[in-house]
């Protein structure tokens, strides 16, 4: 059983930065490949980007290449999304989630964190 907290959203600017944190309990969290997902009100969830068990691989959608930047700390359960140059169209409820599979799939995700809100105003 893994349990994941999310913390770090908040209100920003466009063009602002956000770092998103995601602790894990448990002593397996290096065990999973690490995703993050968002949804906005009225759209379905996204995938948004993911690292693998040793954080050797990274993968993200082409919508937020190049702004956010995923990485985790195996030594401290914690998995996190650096999110740069922020859009209005980032505004979304962020989570994380735990996958035993190297996958962009939600549907094969584990376990979820409760999530944490994302605002960026114009």
């Known amino acids: 059983q893994v349990q994941l907290v999310e913390s770090g959203g908040g209100l920003v600017q466009a063009g602002g930065s956000l770092r998103l944190s995601c602790t894990a309990s448990?002593?397996?969290?290096?065990?999973?490949?690490m995703g993050w997902f968002r949804q906005a009100p009225g759209k379905e969830r996204e995938f948004v980007a993911a690292i693998n068990w040793s954080g050797s691989s990274t993968t993200s959608a082409d919508s937020v290449k190049g702004r956010f930047t995923i990485s985790r700390d195996n030594a401290k359960n914690t998995a996190y999304l650096q999110m740069n140059s922020l859009k209005p169209e980032d505004t979304a409820l962020y989570s994380c989630?735990?996958?035993?599979?190297?996958?962009?799939?939600?549907?094969?995700?584990?376990?979820w964190g409760q999530g944490t809100q994302v605002t960026v105003s114009s």
């Open positions: 989630a735990a996958s035993l599979l190297w996958i962009r799939d939600p549907r094969s995700y584990d376990y």
């Open positions: 448990g002593r397996t969290f290096s065990r999973y490949t």
